[in-house]
């Protein structure tokens, strides 16, 4: 095989090679999730509620089985109060910077759980 190209592609340089993939949010929600990466508050009332989802969060999620803290959907309801009180106080993108805070603090399987959990309050989709 001396002098000879061969088509089989190390493992090396498959490292090397970008991965590619569409981000098809808006730029204003992509302004969104860099300002909830920040240390900036979301405003009073509101660091109030993102650090009371960040407890639940924490302690018991926001996905379960029914029961106690949980709906018959298995959602936490506390959590899904606090989606709909963001959504009466600010809309969509109120419900986006609290999430992308949650996804800072606390890790994107955390804001997965909570994505599902708020699912249909407002314009929120699952």
Not at 77 to 99: C, H, N
């Amino acid at each position: 095989m001396v002098g000879q190209k061969s088509n089989h592609i190390s493992d090396e340089s498959k490292d090397q090679q970008p991965s590619h993939f569409a981000d098809l949010r808006s730029d204003k929600e992509k302004r969104i999730e860099k300002r909830a990466y920040s240390s900036l508050s979301l405003g009073p009332d509101v660091d109030v509620l993102v650090a009371e989802l960040v407890e639940i969060g924490r302690t018991c999620g926001f996905i379960s089985t029914p029961g106690s803290n949980f709906d018959d959907n298995g959602y936490h309801i506390r959590a899904r109060q606090i989606g709909m009180q963001l959504d009466k106080m600010g809309g969509m993108e109120l419900m986006q910077a609290a999430y992308y805070r949650i996804v800072a603090i606390l890790g994107p399987v955390a804001g997965r759980s909570l994505e599902v959990a708020w699912g249909y309050i407002g314009n929120w989709w699952p």
